[in-house]
């Protein structure tokens, strides 16, 4: 099975900037390549529900962002090493959640259920 692995999350002041990454390995049950797979970021915070964020491809040239991220957030990818990163800039209180990457058979899906394989998570704290 295809296993992720976030890291990077912290502890940062409001406008500052942290880096996640997200380490792909193995195959999906389906026996697709790690490179046959969407990749979205999404973040949960207490008590709500699973938030998109941003998605991507392996091996297109396809970025997605939430409205809420535009301009502030870049994913971006290094498959040489199967790693998705999720650049955060000019981070806000309200960024606060736990971060999750995940992988599924549809590019652009915006929802959770669009996605079948999930990282552990990594906490994100933005302090005011």
């Known amino acids: 099975q295809l296993q992720l692995a976030e890291s990077g999350g912290g502890l940062v002041q409001a406008g500052g900037s942290l880096r996640l990454s997200c380490v792909a390995s193995g195959h999906s049950v389906s026996g697709h390549a790690i490179s046959d797979h969407a990749m979205g970021w999404f973040r949960q915070a207490p008590g709500k529900e699973r938030e998109f964020v941003a998605s991507?491809?392996?091996?297109?040239?396809?970025?997605h962002y939430s409205p809420s991220v535009q301009g502030r957030f870049t994913v971006s990818r290094d498959s040489s090493k199967n790693t998705l990163y999720l650049q955060m800039n000019a981070l806000k209180p309200e960024d606060t959640a736990v971060y999750y990457c995940?992988?599924?058979?549809?590019?652009?899906?915006?929802?959770?259920?669009?996605?079948?394989?999930w990282g552990q998570g990594t906490q994100v704290t933005v302090s005011s």
């Open positions: 991507t491809a392996w091996v297109a040239d396809y970025r």
């Open positions: 995940a992988a599924g058979p549809s590019l652009g899906a915006t929802s959770s259920t669009g996605y079948n394989f």
